[in-house]
């Protein structure tokens, strides 16, 4: 499956007016033929690996760019194939000269995540540091960068190479007694049982990482909702602290969904800002209304925003009986008083305060709270993703097969298809099996660069 060919691509993201510096990557045979090509030294050049060579880009006799070359030769590499790099200035133009003249002497566009798989197809990262990589990348908070580094050192990959080591140790003892019954002694059936209940421990740990993981990396989505004038564009610029709203005392003064990003204990957090919910025949008023609606059936979590002194109204009561997803109430304009009428639904409730800052610890604490079960951030070390997840559910399900195997004390040809299952299972989960498919899907989510 390992590619012959030379790829190339620039791999810095390109920022007009902003990049100050650029670089294209080259990997394959042809990486020192294409960079003897296009670059000019400014001294004699040895081509010695895992050196900087300054001097310029040519294109014939006109120069391009004056530019750093980065020489790696195969195997010390990212992909363990030769591996030239041009650091050349940041600039649309600049850069699209550069990687021109490169395609141009025989390089190939590279695919999105080519690089990172060649390091894969050449035993550099198993699979799960191959995805540490693109979540590294698209990173949207502190924490989900943490969880990426952690599989990218192999933190996520040595749990699971030990599970697939035991189950293979199990399976050898299984599979002895099939082909040696007579020369040797049974199986010590409670040891067996013993390691494969650890085993399946482990397997149900790790899947219990699964939810944390994904709030951590992709984060949630929540809308604001709420009657018109009851603060919901306050509290917007109150919890991110910025004037992201127009805010007046003239009812529907939003008229479309206003977004946010937000972080919330290591958590992303998208949050909308919606139009008053009410019954109007203004046809503009109209539409951003329905888009309201819209944003709340699909956001993830729904803050129902109630002005504290006029209390719980028949209006913000037809408005909850509307709301399908896991819904905080929050009670806005306590510094106006509170006015205690009927009963609130028994859901979370914050007192808030927009004009005087009042309830954004404990709107977060609610928000934690309703998305994670209470459990902090700081406590997830490594988490699967729902590649991992859906493998590791196919291990649990072998090895209870197993168990009603033996329960059913089938001959031992059956107890070896069940733990072979979940050795695949494994061996897909790093890599050590996996189809071309499965990694087309992979890796199809990479940037080009990458």
């Known amino acids: 499956?390992?590619?012959?060919?030379?790829?190339?691509?620039?791999?810095?993201?390109?920022?007009?007016?902003?990049?100050?510096?650029?670089?294209?990557?080259?990997?394959?045979?042809?990486?020192?033929?294409?960079?003897?090509?296009?670059?000019?030294?400014?001294?004699?050049?040895?081509?010695?690996?895992?050196?900087?060579y300054y001097g310029h880009v040519v294109d014939g006799d006109e120069v391009i760019d004056e530019v750093l070359l980065l020489w790696m030769r195969s195997p010390r590499s990212f992909t363990r194939e030769d591996v030239l790099e041009i650091h050349c200035h940041g600039g649309l133009i600049v850069?699209?000269?550069?990687?021109?003249?490169?395609?141009?002497?025989g390089a190939r566009l590279a695919r999105p995540g080519e690089f990172t798989l060649r390091a894969f197809l050449h035993g550099r990262l198993d699979l799960t540091q191959a995805e540490s990589i693109a979540e590294l990348v698209s990173s949207r908070s502190p924490q989900a960068a943490r969880l990426a580094l952690a599989g990218l050192t192999g933190k996520l990959a040595q749990p699971l190479q030990a599970l697939r080591t035991q189950c293979l140790a199990i399976l050898a003892e299984i599979e002895a007694r099939i082909d040696f019954e007579e020369d040797l002694p049974p199986l010590d059936l409670p040891t067996i049982q013993t390691q494969l209940t650890a085993i399946?421990?482990?397997?149900?740990?790790?899947?219990?990482?699964?939810?944390?993981?994904?709030?951590?990396?992709?984060?949630?989505?929540?809308?604001?909702?709420?009657?018109?004038?009851?603060?919901?564009?306050?509290?917007?610029?109150?919890?991110?602290?910025?004037?992201?709203?127009?805010?007046?005392?003239?009812?529907?003064t939003t008229r479309d969904i206003l977004d946010t990003q937000l972080l919330v204990r290591g958590m992303p957090v998208l949050v909308l800002d919606t139009a008053g919910i009410h019954e109007t025949q203004e046809q503009v008023e109209g539409i951003g209304i329905e888009?309201?609606?819209?944003?709340?059936?699909?956001?993830?979590?729904?803050?129902?925003?109630?002005?504290?002194?006029?209390?719980?109204?028949?209006?913000d009561r037809a408005l909850y009986a509307e709301i399908q997803q896991p819904v905080i109430i929050v009670l806005n304009k306590i510094d106006l008083g509170e006015t205690r009428s009927e009963a609130l639904p028994e859901v979370p409730i914050v007192r808030f305060s927009a004009l005087h800052s009042v309830g954004v610890p404990e709107l977060e604490v609610a928000l934690w709270q309703q998305v994670s079960g209470g459990l902090t951030s700081s406590n997830v070390e490594v988490a699967i993703n729902q590649r991992h997840k859906a493998a590791l559910l196919r291990v649990r399900t072998s090895l209870q097969n197993l168990q009603s195997t033996q329960a059913q004390k089938l001959p031992l040809d059956f107890w070896s298809i069940d733990l072979r299952e979940a050795i695949s299972a494994l061996c897909e989960i790093t890599g050590d099996q996996v189809t071309e498919s499965v990694l087309d899907t992979i890796f199809s989510r990479f940037c080009i660069g990458k």
């Open 95 to 105: 850069v699209q000269r550069v990687l021109d003249l490169c395609l141009s002497q």
């Open 291 to 315: 888009r309201s609606r819209q944003a709340m059936q699909q956001a993830d979590l729904v803050l129902l925003v109630v002005e504290a002194h006029r209390g719980w109204t028949p209006a």
């Open 200 to 252: 399946q421990d482990k397997v149900a740990h790790l899947i219990s990482t699964a939810e944390q993981g994904e709030l951590l990396r992709s984060g949630i989505k929540i809308a604001i909702i709420g009657r018109p004038n009851v603060g919901k564009s306050s509290l917007l610029n109150c919890w991110s602290q910025s004037e992201r709203a127009i805010v007046t005392d003239i009812p529907g």
């Open 1 to 52: 499956m390992v590619q012959a060919d030379t790829i190339v691509a620039i791999a810095t993201p390109l920022i007009p007016d902003q990049g100050s510096v650029a670089i294209i990557r080259l990997s394959g045979p042809k990486a020192q033929t294409i960079g003897q090509a296009v670059f000019r030294s400014v001294r004699p050049i040895s081509w010695e690996s895992h050196r900087i």
